[in-house]
């Protein structure tokens, strides 16, 4: 599958305009997929009142997408060689502006599901597509460039969605966080329009690709996304749907590992994963996922539940973990090219994991001013990692595997999102349950400092009016929500804990690999001119 248009132009070669509108364009998409996934926590609440839907059936306006997300991720690559990446992309690109129009004109909670589902099956396409391009279009003395940019799209949407969603939802109500997305929408159909050659279909590929590997990749993918989106509202094995879900994502992984590898023409070639360097970042990715994804859902929930802070002032606290970034990419980029790429992810790593450290020390009087040192270190590490991880992803990758590679690592990603947000929520619920129960054992009716307490609530609410019984009941209640409070802060300082500790750990993955420098991903296809 692989012919001359796969092939990277030779380094010494001067990118055009139109190459560059074409990438750019790409990496737009990317950004705006990914954005996605997250726009829709911070006003989640908003959309469950117009809907009239609980909180437990809104998780499912999130998870539809993630799970159509990460089905269409690894088929994008075949897709686009059936098609023409040109073509592909641009009816995705139509058919996502659609969907997230009617997303915004929901009118059931079953009619929002089903659009965030298109959403998500035709939005997931354009992030491995950018990757594809900007490992495609660009000579290697430019890659760097183009994969900083491809990881600043996998950092910066995750964390500047809550902001983007609050600060959209106040001003002009939740459908406007759909409405948003035809300015880059518009931008992309022209950009890829303009900068990408017509090419033929090759529509052969369609009756030759095994549609039984397509078959449980979708069902095996798709049913742990939403075991792991569903798994702490439904308390995991102790409802039939996890279970169910559980056994299909089972033997649905287990078909397609057995198909993709005793078979040719799969639509992902798995034996990418037996390359050292590719598996070594497909694992820091599913790790770095957990760390991006699941800081940008605990941090948010946090801010809200325990600081009680608006969409909008959640979105200011989150911004310091966005914006120093824009500035450290180029940085990062030029560096990749010439320092040992193992150093940079290192450092990088280090530094997110320091940053869920310093967050482990958080008290009920802890809000946004607090948190701010730790957001910039995480942003100070971020670029570091996804930079150089994409190098590794790509290193020494012959052209025709890259919609592989790809497909792979953009999953991996993901799937380390989902996981890690599952992973958390069980956490943070079981937790807050043993602190809860800890705190209430030491907090004893017959202990002089719980009496003083309970006698200066008694006090508070008696001059407000309250009878004496009344009182007496208002001041136990107060002192239950404080216990349940400190009890839900230390589950956050747990769960920030776990994510430093995994992140930490894969410090030590990282020198298991050989050096790569930035760029170098290229080599194969050099050679291959």
């Known amino acids: ?88 992309l641009v009816a995705n690109v139509v058919l996502f502006l659609l969907f997230s129009t009617l997303c915004g004109m929901a009118w059931s909670l079953e009619s929002m599901i089903v659009f965030r589902a298109a959403q998500g099956f ?16 660009l000579p290697l003395n430019k890659r760097p460039v183009g994969l900083a940019l491809f990881g600043m799209t996998a950092t910066l949407a995750p964390t500047l969605g809550p902001t983007v969603g609050g600060y959209l939802t106040q001003l002009y109500g939740w459908p406007s966080i759909f409405y948003i997305n035809w300015v880059p929408g518009v931008l992309l159909i022209l950009g890829v329009s303009i900068g990408l050659e017509k090419e033929p279909m090759n529509l052969k590929l369609l009756r030759e690709v095994d549609w039984w590997g397509v ?39 287990y078909g397609w590992a057995w198909r993709g590898l005793t078979r040719k023409n799969t639509f992902i070639d798995l034996h990418i994963l037996g390359r050292p360097s590719f598996l070594i970042a497909g694992v820091i990715a599913f790790t770095t996922g957990m760390g991006l994804y699941g800081s940008a859902f605990i941090l948010p929930l946090y801010l809200g539940q325990i600081a009680s802070y608006t969409p ?13 970034q824009l500035f450290i990419m180029p940085f990062a980029a030029k560096l990749s090219t010439k320092l040992d790429n193992r150093v940079m992810m290192s450092l990088g790593l280090a530094l997110f994991a320091a940053s869920c450290f310093m967050n482990t020390h958080m008290s009920a009087d802890t809000a946004g001013p607090e948190l701010i040192a730790a957001q910039i270190v995480r942003a100070l590490g971020q670029p570091l990692i996804m930079i150089t ?17 790809s497909g792979m690592f953009n999953m991996m990603r993901n799937l380390g999102g989902s996981v890690g947000i599952a992973l958390l929520a069980t956490l943070l619920t079981n937790r807050e349950h043993l602190h809860s129960a800890r705190i209430g054992e030491s907090v004893s009716l017959y202990e002089p400092a719980t009496q003083a307490r309970l006698d200066a609530l008694l006090q508070t609410f008696t001059t ?20 349940r409070r400190d009890s839900f802060v230390m589950a956050y300082n747990d769960a920030f804990l776990i994510l430093g500790i995994a992140l930490f750990a894969c410090v030590a993955i990282v020198w298991m690999s050989k050096k790569v420098l930035g760029g170098a991903g290229a080599s194969a296809a050099e050679a291959a001119h």
Not at 122 to 137: D, N, S
Not at 392 to 397: D, L, R
Not at 464 to 471: I, L, Q, S, V, W
């Open 1 to 88: 599958m692989g012919n001359e248009n796969h092939l990277p132009p030779p380094s010494d070669q001067k990118v055009s305009g139109r190459t560059w509108l074409a990438v750019l364009a790409s990496l737009l998409g990317a950004f705006m997929a990914v954005l996605d996934i997250a726009i829709t926590n911070s006003s989640l609440r908003d959309i469950l009142g117009a809907l009239s839907a609980t909180q437990e059936e809104g998780s499912w306006i999130s998870s539809a997408y993630l799970v159509a997300e990460i089905v269409v991720i690894p088929l994008a690559g075949f897709l686009a060689m059936v098609f023409s990446t040109r073509r592909y």
């Open 122 to 137: 035709t939005g997931g396409v354009m992030i491995p597509m950018a990757m594809t391009l900007v490992t495609r279009k």
């Open 215 to 253: 078959a449980f990749m979708a069902v095996g993918l798709g049913s742990l996304t939403a075991m792991l989106e569903e798994g702490n509202a439904k308390d995991w094995f102790q409802s039939p749907f996890i279970i169910t879900a559980a056994v299909l994502a089972l033997g649905g992984i």
């Open 312 to 324: 909008m002032q959640i979105g200011l606290v989150i911004m310091w973990m966005g914006l120093p």
């Open 389 to 405: 991880l994409t190098n590794f992803a790509v290193n020494g990758i012959p052209p025709q595997l890259l919609p592989s590679a």
């Open 464 to 483: 407000r009016g309250f009878d004496p019984a009344t009182a007496q009941d208002m001041a136990l209640k107060a002192l239950d929500n404080v216990v």
